[in-house]
């Protein structure tokens, strides 16, 4: 009722089309939301009185009960860590020579459209090819560093784009500034471009590992293992990391161990929203530093 | 003492096929303001960015023709134009201090020279910006950032920060164009009092300016230099000319 009095108000015959397609997208947007909250709602429904402190700090065991995440979160934890070593300098660097000292030739033309490519590649193919390079041809075999160079060479892509957008940010008259007062080219990237662009790069780093994490199938692809119950004492320790965990406790018929999977989606969930709240929080922060 | 600072010798600048400096050649003496007008597109700055060669950034940008500076061919392979561009500064159109506080945006042309002495950093940036002026404003906020600054501080910042390396000579590419009245005539005074320091090449689309603070004044017009002359010749010239034509404020 309320809604058609405020309806009158306008002319049907030039407003009417706008309001019905704003309606319309209205509901849409209402539809998705709803979908995700549900899901979201279902899981915390299932798993949320299995989250204790005994849950993050045992590890796996055959009685669903006693079983816990450590070994999987850790697991994950030293993944992210040894992903963003390799990736960040890989990415950043590639941008960098992207944006600033390739030359526009057909070459450098190929290998920009591959890489946008490569960012929507299924992340199995990764999977598939880090058993074939790292496990095998490299005999990494199921170890920490063979996961994290699979994700790495998954997110690279990632990171490359979002770190070409933000340097290609940084406004060409603070770069004429510094080589007018006699810096070099490599100076410029040094004391200009980097700091200048640091927030939109930290963003995109952020936003990858934040992928990276949630990742399943290249991890199972590489055999990663799902039965750990020991922390991983170098980068050649084999190792499990929370999505494989999830994906075992899922696969298992025991509703208990549902219970598991529901709560160990939580935390990957609570973590995935930390990682991208801070990415948003660290933009602003020094987006605000740079503009003082 | 030397007769020019700059010797240019049929200097033609192209981009892509386009020409936009045609044959020019003209001496620049030492120690007096040189104001470079003429209409928008004229070539005018990219005449004026070829003397630091910071037309050799711009892509499919080409030139021939000789630019001498104290008698050295600025574009010879052995020139680094980093060294060049040390000893010649260039204040752009738009006031660009980077984003870091006052104090490091004069220490940047020193640091990048790998200076590490921070008591002669301090000496120098506090020099440089009494020489531009600038510093009774700023000497308490010298930690403040420079984007706080208004546009025509920023801009005898940006003047502080190329005084800083000691250039010999100065290039200003329309300087003023985005100050209002009183900040350009704090710049106009600024340079009155730097030309016995430090060579001044202005470019300047206001002929009121040229005609107030420059000693030599340079005309161009579709890439061609069309008269070059002390300032008071070239004004009081006929004005039948096309230059005077364009002073007078009817094309152009």
Known sequence: ?292 | MEKYIFEIKNLNIYYHDFQAVKSVSVAIPPHVITAIIGPSGCGKSSFLRSMNRMNDLIPNSRLTGEILFHGVDIYDPLISEVSLRRRVGMVFQKPNPFPFSIFDNVAYGLKIQNIKDKAMIAERVEESLKRAFLWDEVKDRLKKPALELSGGQQQRLCIARALAVYPDTLLLDEPCSSLDPLATAKIEELLQKLKKEVNIIIVTHNLQQAKRISEYVGFFNSGELVDFGPTKEIFERSEQSMVGRYIQGIFG
């Open chain 1, 1 to 292: 009722m309320f809604f058609l009095a405020a309806l009158k108000k306008y002319n049907l015959q030039t407003n009417g089309p706008n309001t019905v397609f704003l309606i319309l997208v209205m509901l849409f947007f209402c539809f998705a939301i709803a979908m995700l909250f549900m899901l979201l709602a279902s899981i915390f429904y299932d798993g949320f009185l299995r989250i204790n402190w005994q849950f993050l700090t045992q590890f796996p065991s055959r009685n669903p009960q006693m079983a816990g995440i450590l070994s999987s979160w850790v697991g994950s934890l030293y993944l992210m860590i040894l992903t963003g070593i390799i990736a960040v300098p890989l990415g950043v660097g590639a941008a960098i020579y992207f944006e600033k000292y390739a030359k526009k030739n057909w070459f450098n033309h190929l290998m920009e459209i591959n890489i946008g490519t490569l960012a929507g590649v299924p992340s199995i193919i990764y999977g598939l090819l880090g058993l074939a390079l790292f496990v095998r041809i490299m005999s990494l075999d199921r170890s920490l560093i063979a996961g994290a160079l699979t994700l790495a060479l998954l997110i690279l892509p990632i990171i490359i784009i979002s770190s070409r957008e933000a340097i290609r940010n940084v406004p060409s008259f603070m770069q004429d500034g510094a080589l007018a007062l006699g810096a070099t080219r490599s100076q410029v990237i040094k004391t200009i471009i980097i700091p200048l662009s640091f927030p939109g790069i930290l963003t995109g780093i952020i936003l990858a590992l934040s992928r990276a994490i949630g990742e399943t199938a290249p991890l199972i692809a590489i055999g990663a293992l799902t039965y750990i119950a020991f922390l991983p004492e170098n980068i050649l320790s084999p190792f499990t990391a929370l999505p494989i965990q999830i994906f075992n406790w899922i696969s298992r018929p025991q509703a208990l161990f549902h219970q598991n999977a529901a709560a160990g989606i939580i935390v990957l969930i609570s973590i995935t929203l930390l990682l991208n709240m801070s990415a948003v929080f660290l933009r602003d922060y020094f987006d605000r530093k740079n503009n003082k």
